[in-house]
């Protein structure tokens, strides 16, 4: 048994799975929690977590099927793509000892054994996406990445197990799966466990989370054709920051278009410039005729070029 786990023997998607999900957080709860998913907020958990809202049976859905079908043949072809790396099943729910609210069921557990004899562990995350999605797992620059809501699913693998590396092997529709290894950051993993204990607090208190955008508009769908008056200072604040923010923002698109005018300019005919700080580019894309019709135009983007720091 691990001193930062505890290894709880069950079989994923069975009855006594879903019930030990209901008493933790797992991986795809944390992405939600944190306003990462684009399918779950942080009430629709809530309301899971309290008995308010039974979990929603998707196994039948032909996405989440094929990632099922898919899961071991792309686990066994990460095996062979290194032989250097024991690849094992694990066949149970991992509970942080630490912080029991979390747990973590994850793809594979990988091992590597040193030159020095010094075993290491990581995880393994199979991940299947339809290949329209593919750029949501890339850079601005073509690199692949991990996106966001997967970031936050295997940061809180991490928080669980303690350990401090990992891959995502993801079938993005191309002719081969994606690798894309993965390193702990400890302030990530403080957010992640903060998070979470934050979250639990609410369903321990039963108290409904603070709402997101989507959230409010579940909750409170219709007025009442009402305007009731209100001596709270909370309201006061929040209207006048509102209307500041409201405000600012108005200046700042104003401003933003001005400078992007003036960068366009610079730039003129050439695909973009470049100094020692950042990069500027106005590429030309086509858009293909779908809704409407086919156009072509240039898109402005800058980023900040940062100085790779040597260890």
């Known amino acids: 048994m691990s001193d930062i786990f505890d290894r709880l023997k069950v079989e994923q998607k069975t009855s006594e799975w879903l019930e030990l999900r209901q008493h933790g957080l797992g991986g795809s709860d944390m992405s939600s929690i944190m306003g990462l998913n684009h399918y779950a907020t942080p009430l629709d958990v809530w309301l899971e977590k309290t008995g308010r809202k039974t979990h929603e049976d998707i196994s039948g859905k032909w996405a989440v099927a094929k990632g099922n079908v898919l899961e071991t043949p792309l686990r066994r072809r990460f095996r062979t793509l290194h032989p ?3 690849v094992q099943e694990a066949h149970a729910i991992l509970r942080s000892k630490a912080h029991p609210v979390l747990q973590a069921s994850v793809d594979g557990i990988l091992h590597r054994k040193g030159e020095t004899g010094i075993s290491s562990y990581g995880i393994l995350e199979i991940k299947t996406a339809n290949s329209r999605r593919e ?58 466990i903060t998070a979470a204990e934050d979250f639990w607090g609410y369903v321990q208190r039963d108290e409904m989370p603070q709402l997101t955008g989507e959230d409010v508009v579940k909750v409170y769908p219709q007025d009442d054709a009402s305007l009731q008056p209100t001596e709270d200072t909370r309201f006061e604040n929040l209207a006048r920051t509102y209307k500041e923010y409201t405000t600012t923002e108005r200046l700042a698109k104003t401003e933003k278009d001005r400078v992007g005018n003036e960068l366009k300019t610079l730039i003129g005919e050439h695909k973009g410039l470049i100094s020692t700080q950042y990069k500027a580019t106005y590429t030309t894309t086509t858009y293909k005729e779908r809704f409407t019709p086919a156009r ?16």
Request: glycine letters at 6%; charged letters at 30%; hydrophobic letters at 30%.
């Open 84 to 86: 250097e790396l024991s």
């Open 296 to 311: 072509t135009n240039r898109v402005l983007r800058v980023n900040e070029i940062k100085t790779k720091e040597t260890k």
């Open 135 to 192: 750029h949501e797992w890339k850079t601005e620059d073509g690199e692949y990445m991990i996106p966001d809501y997967y970031l936050a699913q295997v940061t809180h693998y991490m928080a669980v197990t303690g350990y401090t590396w990992g891959y995502v092997y993801a079938d993005l529709g191309g002719s081969e799966p994606v690798e894309i290894k993965f390193t702990r950051d400890e302030d990530d993993i403080t957010s992640v």
